[in-house]
């Protein structure tokens, strides 16, 4: 059974960090692209940021140059830094994850349960 958990959401003053975690747990031949989401009440998920296995990147405009996404293969890892935290980045964050189950010919992709980040004063 693959499993992906968050850890590291949490309430944080404007300005602040957070670093978000999501392990993926289970029989896991290849992972490919891990990203990050999330999703605001009353809006739909979005796309944070996104890595590949060789750690090419892309993020939203909006978080460039505040968030940093890496991972640890090795450890099956995805990280979140996010610094310079805004009201805006108010949300719940999903990880996510397309991959290869042991045994199994295809990829199909897979979501952690979500962390909540609050930005507030």
């Known amino acids: 059974q693959v499993q992906l958990v968050e850890s590291g959401g949490g309430l944080v003053q404007p300005g602040g960090s957070l670093r978000l975690s999501c392990a993926v747990s289970g029989s896991i031949d290849s992972i490919n692209v891990m990203g990050w989401y999330r999703q605001a009440p009353g809006e739909q998920r979005e796309l944070v940021a996104t890595?590949?296995?060789?750690?090419?990147?892309t993020y939203r405009d909006s978080v460039k140059g505040r968030f940093t996404v890496s991972r640890d293969n090795p450890k099956n890892t995805v990280y979140l830094q996010m610094n310079s935290l805004k009201l805006e980045d108010t949300a719940v964050y999903y990880c996510n994850a397309n991959l290869r189950p042991r045994g199994m010919f295809y990829f199909d992709t897979y979501w952690g349960q979500g962390t909540q980040v609050t930005v507030s004063s």
């Open positions: 890595i590949t296995s060789g750690g090419s990147t």
